[in-house]
């Protein structure tokens, strides 16, 4: 989630928050209680959920109750009066999500970071401040801002880092954990599909780098089994996230058919009971050939649980309670490492996006992105070398770090948000220019709305 609080609403921007607040993060406040869980939690988005508590929750329940209230009464009348009662009550049942997401959210006061850091048996997983993609970075200071900015924020919030960063996007290259061993970080996830080869015993392996944290290889043939695009979420009973009534419902499943959510929810089951059996084949195949056990690690975006797939939550929930039935060891990252005796192996450049390299965000499709977002980062080493503590310095470090998030690059590349990512990136390298060009009189704001309040300039300055 890139920062949108305050940054457009419909169909781009900070609706994109609350239906992911809605729809994804309050049920799963209560769906992973006392789960051995790891949640990465992007410090940008935590940025966004700090400010619930106040005028930017009243904006949440204004979006609940305003907008997504009426538009449900109005397609489900509209549907009626087509003659499609069947979709009318499926636009009706859905209406219940927003509902319920408004008593969550009032339950909990509004402060969705106190309800995450008090969430038993789960492991909290700090990340770069924007989610930047690290190897693109241009600098060595570069990176410390964004690595040093996030973990600052995630032990403020959380009370305290354990060591465990979210690599945004996966995206890998030999030395990246020095830096990261710098911050006091011990384990991080890789994907190295590409070198290992799908379904190679070795990405049931953590490796051990030279610099100390632990590389986690992500295993891919598991993943597949949800994110692939073969994968549960497009079967066709599942609900149909592209087809959209006259006010962006969703009320068909993927077959085109009226969506039947009881049906969903029984093939939801179903799936999470080949899942597991999937993940304990594949478990005992490893046992059987290294003669120890293995670790299976399985990295899901937090979105498609509940918004890019519908009946993610049901899946997961199912998929815990299966593990548990066939005896299939849950762990969280950490507790899963001390396990393990890890490898002594090199680790190739990498990412988790197309081809497991850097095309999605450094291509020709965004190198007008790329190559602004450096030169601006260039631009603001410069400047910090002249007023390392100004005000106006520290508007253009979060401007820098707010074009910097991997999202505008990979939304430019798959087209899914028409200019919206140019436009943002635009906006913030102009700001950033400005607030560069008032370092004499100091008169910047030094705020960008919630963004990285735990921002340390030091980190341009050091050697």
């Given at each position: 989630?890139?920062?949108?609080?305050?940054?457009?609403?419909?169909?781009?921007?900070?609706?994109?928050?609350?239906?992911?607040?809605?729809?994804?993060?309050?049920?799963?406040?209560?769906?992973?209680?006392?789960?051995?869980?790891?949640?990465?939690?992007?410090?940008?988005?935590?940025?966004?959920?700090?400010?619930?508590?106040?005028?930017?929750?009243?904006?949440?329940?204004g979006f609940l109750r305003d907008i997504r209230a009426p538009i449900h009464d109005m397609d489900?009348?509209?549907?009626?009066?087509?003659?499609?009662?069947?979709?009318?009550?499926?636009?009706?049942?859905?209406?219940?999500?927003?509902?319920?997401?408004?008593?969550?959210?009032?339950?909990?006061?509004?402060?969705?970071?106190?309800?995450?850091?008090?969430?038993?048996?789960?492991?909290?997983?700090?990340?770069?401040?924007?989610?930047?993609?690290?190897?693109?970075?241009?600098?060595?200071?570069?990176?410390?801002?964004?690595?040093?900015?996030?973990?600052?924020?995630?032990?403020?919030?959380?009370?305290?880092?354990?060591?465990?960063?979210?690599?945004?996007?996966?995206?890998?290259?030999?030395g990246i954990e020095r830096d990261l061993a710098e911050h006091g970080v011990r384990c991080f996830?890789?994907?190295?599909?590409?070198?290992?080869?799908?379904?190679?015993?070795?990405?049931?392996?953590?490796?051990?780098?030279?610099?100390?944290?632990?590389?986690?290889?992500?295993?891919?043939?598991?993943?597949?089994?949800?994110?692939?695009?073969?994968?549960?979420?497009?079967?066709?009973?599942?609900?149909?996230?592209?087809?959209?009534?006259?006010?962006?419902?969703?009320?068909?499943?993927?077959?085109?058919?009226?969506?039947?959510?009881?049906?969903?929810?029984?093939?939801?089951?179903?799936?999470?009971?080949?899942?597991?059996?999937?993940?304990?084949?594949?478990?005992?195949?490893?046992?059987?050939?290294?003669?120890?056990?293995?670790?299976?690690?399985?990295?899901?975006?937090?979105?498609?649980?509940?918004?890019?797939?519908?009946?993610?939550?049901?899946?997961?929930?199912?998929?815990?309670?299966?593990?548990?039935?066939?005896?299939?060891?849950?762990?969280?990252?950490?507790?899963?490492?001390?396990?393990?005796?890890?490898?002594?192996?090199?680790?190739?450049?990498?990412?988790?996006?197309?081809?497991?390299?850097?095309?999605?965000?450094?291509?020709?499709?965004?190198?007008?992105?790329?190559?602004?977002?450096?030169?601006?980062?260039?631009?603001?080493?410069?400047?910090?070398?002249?007023?390392?503590?100004?005000?106006?310095?520290?508007?253009?470090?979060?401007?820098?770090?707010?074009?910097?998030?991997?999202?505008?690059?990979?939304?430019?590349?798959?087209?899914?948000?028409?200019?919206?990512?140019?436009?943002?990136?635009?906006?913030?390298?102009?700001?950033?220019?400005?607030?560069?060009?008032?370092?004499?009189?100091?008169?910047?704001?030094?705020?960008?709305?919630?963004?990285?309040?735990?921002?340390?300039?030091?980190?341009?300055?050091?050697?």
């Amino acid at each position: 989630m890139p920062y949108v609080e305050g940054f457009g609403s419909w169909p781009f921007g900070e609706e994109w928050l609350w239906e992911a607040l809605a729809t994804v993060y309050l049920p799963l406040l209560e769906l992973l209680r006392d789960r051995p869980v790891t949640v990465g939690l992007t410090p940008v988005l935590c940025d966004q959920l700090e400010l619930l508590s106040g005028e930017a929750g009243e904006r949440f329940l204004g979006f609940l109750r305003d907008i997504r209230a009426p538009i449900h009464d109005m397609d489900a009348r509209a549907l009626e009066e087509g003659g499609e009662p069947g979709l009318a009550a499926e636009v009706r049942r859905a209406a219940g999500d927003y509902t319920r997401a408004d008593q969550a959210f009032e339950a909990i006061g509004g402060d969705v970071i106190g309800a995450l850091r008090a969430l038993p048996g789960v492991e909290l997983w700090a990340s770069a401040a924007t989610h930047a993609v690290l190897p693109l970075v241009a600098t060595d200071p570069g990176r410390r801002l964004q690595i040093g900015t996030g973990i600052a924020s995630h032990e403020r919030r959380f009370g305290h880092f354990a060591g465990g960063f979210w690599l945004p996007e996966c995206a890998y290259e030999p030395g990246i954990e020095r830096d990261l061993a710098e911050h006091g970080v011990r384990c991080f996830c890789v994907d190295q599909t590409k070198t290992l080869g799908l379904g190679s015993p070795d990405q049931l392996e953590p490796v051990a780098s030279a610099a100390g944290p632990l590389a986690v290889p992500i295993d891919w043939q598991t993943v597949e089994l949800i994110w692939g695009p073969n994968g549960y979420p497009a079967h066709g009973a599942y609900r149909d996230y592209h087809g959209r009534t006259t006010h962006d419902l969703k009320p068909w499943s993927n077959s085109g058919a009226p969506y039947d959510h009881a049906a969903a929810l029984a093939l939801a089951e179903e799936h999470a009971a080949a899942f597991i059996a999937r993940v304990a084949a594949r478990l005992d195949s490893y046992e059987a050939e290294r003669g120890r056990p293995g670790l299976v690690c399985c990295a899901l975006d937090t979105e498609l649980i509940g918004h890019w797939w519908y009946e993610g939550p049901a899946f997961l929930q199912h998929a815990l309670v299966e593990a548990e039935r066939l005896g299939v060891d849950l762990v969280t990252l950490p507790e899963g490492l001390a396990r393990f005796q890890p490898v002594e192996r090199e680790l190739e450049p990498s990412s988790w996006g197309v081809e497991k390299d850097l095309r999605t965000w450094d291509s020709p499709r965004v190198a007008e992105l790329a190559f602004s977002t450096r030169a601006a980062e260039l631009r603001t080493l410069a400047a910090a070398a002249l007023a390392p503590h100004s005000p106006a310095l520290e508007r253009a470090a979060r401007e820098l770090l707010a074009a910097q998030a991997s999202d505008w690059a990979f939304i430019t590349t798959h087209e899914l948000a028409a200019d919206y990512p140019v436009k943002r990136v635009h906006g913030h390298l102009a700001e950033l220019n400005a607030a560069l060009g008032s370092l004499e009189s100091g008169a910047a704001d030094p705020k960008l709305r919630g963004l990285a309040p735990d921002l340390d300039l030091s980190a341009l300055s050091a050697p």
